[in-house]
């Protein structure tokens, strides 16, 4: 008996392949004071060949103002994005003498256990000059509206002080908010006074029709509040995702036609 197998031409290989592009870029962040003394910028690519996006001002200026933006930020394969963020409060920043992570474990942490990544932050407080009334917040910008977006943020700051930050996330959906304790006594594992092994994280979180998505934390205990490292993957809507592919198949069906 005969045995007959279908195969499918290169050339058509090639065309459904082009037919449906990649999805789920991600974007990383390293918030800090990149002075060299209190921290420093991530080298890319990372010990996991992964880019990241170091912001900082004015190289390590303690304080950020509002206002000040960072735009085409890369995602992790080195490819230009349309995704800007920009500041929209008051920030400051601290870290390796400040209780800056300085040794992250992959085990507890993943991809967000690079030392230079982890050892500074941006973080807001209670009173100082100009008084900060506890929140800061800026604005992530250039989305795409078809797209859904995840979030995952870390903060921490080593101290025996009991202080807990929360997460405020608002786009065209929304809005969502998670908290945890960023230090005290023995809260990390292994007895770190800090948090070294929790990373919160947002899904589906949709752009406004500006293709925003607003980002503000506050300082619910202790005065103080952190954010140390941010992840932005975008994720298509099923609606999307069928109409792209859908597209894909029918240039397949073109091509077999024709053959």
């Known amino acids: 008996m005969q045995t007959f197998q279908r195969v499918i031409p290169r050339p058509l ?3 459904a392949l082009l037919a449906i592009p990649s999805f789920g870029s991600t974007v990383l962040i390293d918030f800090g004071r990149h002075d060299g ?3 420093n910028p991530t080298v890319n690519p990372d010990t996991n060949g992964h880019y990241w996006n170091n912001l900082t001002y004015n190289g390590g200026e303690f304080q950020i103002p509002s206002g000040q933006a960072y735009n085409d930020l890369v995602d992790t394969s080195n490819v230009a994005t349309t995704i800007d963020v920009t500041t929209t409060s008051i920030w400051r920043s601290n870290g390796v003498n400040n209780g800056g992570l300085l040794a992250p474990s992959a085990g507890l942490l993943g991809d967000f256990a690079i030392a230079t990544a982890t050892q500074d932050y ?10 900060l009334n506890n929140t800061a917040s800026l604005v992530i910008s250039g989305l795409d509206p078809g797209l859904t977006y995840d979030l995952r943020l870390f903060g921490t700051r080593e101290s025996t002080s009991t ?3 929360q997460y405020v996330i608002q786009g065209g959906n929304g809005p969502f908010s998670a908290s945890y304790l960023t230090s005290g006594t023995g809260i990390g594992d292994g007895g770190y006074n800090g948090n070294n092994d929790e990373i919160i994280s947002f899904s589906g979180i949709e752009p406004d029709g500006s293709g925003n998505i607003n980002v503000t934390i506050n300082a619910l205990q202790g005065g103080f509040a952190y954010l140390g490292v941010m992840e932005i993957s975008s994720v298509p809507e099923p609606s999307h995702l069928a109409m792209v592919l859908g597209a894909g ?11």
């Open 13 to 15: 290989v090639a065309l």
């Open 37 to 39: 003394v209190q921290g």
């Open 122 to 131: 941006w973080f807001t407080e209670t009173g100082g000059s100009p008084a």
């Open 163 to 165: 202080r807990e930050t």
């Open 249 to 259: 198949l029918v240039g397949l069906m073109r091509r077999r036609r024709q053959a």
